[in-house]
């Protein structure tokens, strides 16, 4: 079992700054892409941002130019750094990584899972 604990949400003003981390453990053999996720109220879930153990990212148009995604391979955490904060950022960010089980490497049957943390509440205040 793989469990992602995040941590850094809470309240900030329209234009403040807030730092999402998220660090896996458990079972890990290979952690794979690392991201982030939000759900606002009666919305789905969108993608925020994601990046590659090998460091490339992707961002959702809304935050290509305010959130800046990093990872720490060796302490198997994954970032996010944000900055400009509007109102309509206010949803739940959900931790996500993608990760092959280390009993699956060692029967030679790598199968890749999806985890999710339990999710952190970030609000923006006009």
């Known amino acids: 079992q793989v469990q992602l604990v995040e941590s850094g949400g809470g309240l900030v003003q329209t234009g403040g700054s807030l730092r999402l981390s998220c660090v896996a453990s458990g079972r890990i053999g290979s952690l794979q892409d690392m991201g982030w996720y939000r759900q606002a109220p009666g919305k789905q879930r969108e993608l925020v941002a994601r990046i590659t153990s090998g460091g490339r990212t992707t961002y959702a148009a809304f935050g290509k130019d305010r959130f800046t995604v990093s990872r720490d391979n060796v302490k198997k955490m994954v970032s996010l750094e944000m900055g400009s904060l509007k109102p309509e950022d206010t949803a739940v960010y959900f931790c996500?990584?993608?990760?092959?089980?280390?009993?699956?490497?060692?029967?030679?049957?790598?199968?890749?899972?999806?985890?999710w943390g339990q999710g952190t509440q970030v609000t923006v205040s006009s």
């Open positions: 996500n990584a993608v990760v092959i089980d280390i009993g699956s490497i060692l029967a030679d049957k790598p199968r890749p899972i999806e985890y």
